[in-house]
């Protein structure tokens, strides 16, 4: 019996690379929003996930505290802003050294790019309709206003927020 060359065995392989393995459902992206909260956003208006030097954002002065400042990041000049404070949640991002970020873009005609600093990224994970909850029963109150729904997940519930309600809550207090 002969062993197969390695490049035979990468030939019979190949199919397999290309087969769609996902696992069913949209993808969303989990990270830490304050110490005892996890959430969840889809990932249909993520552009990416940034670890951001503290020194590399420029502080922007006489703007509500859930703003951190602006940063430079792949060519593109947008807000970052702390989403646990902008929630009216207690923030885990006093004074940190890097912030976490996902970088969201609006699907307007002139794209926005937003940076939400938050505790910690997660991960991506994929999710059925049927997983998404609509009840919001237990949900903390300051999220219901952002919350599509919920997952469960053994005793925990995460929230899944819906990012355009949170781009509305960013409008409203710039018009204020």
Known sequence: MTNPSPASRIQDNLPEL??????????YIRFQLTSNITALISMQQVQG??????????????MPEFVI????????????F??????????DLSS??????????TVAEQPIYIGLAVSALQGI????????QSSLDTVVSNLTAFTSGTVQEQEITIPVLEFNRILKALTAVEHN
């Open 125 to 132: 994970v994929r999710l059925t309709a049927k997983q998404i």
């Open 18 to 27: 290309f087969k769609a393995n996902l696992a069913p459902g949209d993808a």
């Open 49 to 62: 996930s940034l670890i951001v030097d503290a020194q590399k954002v420029t502080p922007l002065p006489s």
């Open 82 to 91: 702390d989403l646990a404070q902008l929630l009216t949640l207690p923030s």
């Open 96 to 105: 940190p050294r890097q912030y976490q970020v996902i970088v969201l873009q």
């Open 69 to 80: 400042g602006m940063i430079n990041s792949r060519d593109r000049v947008f807000c970052l």
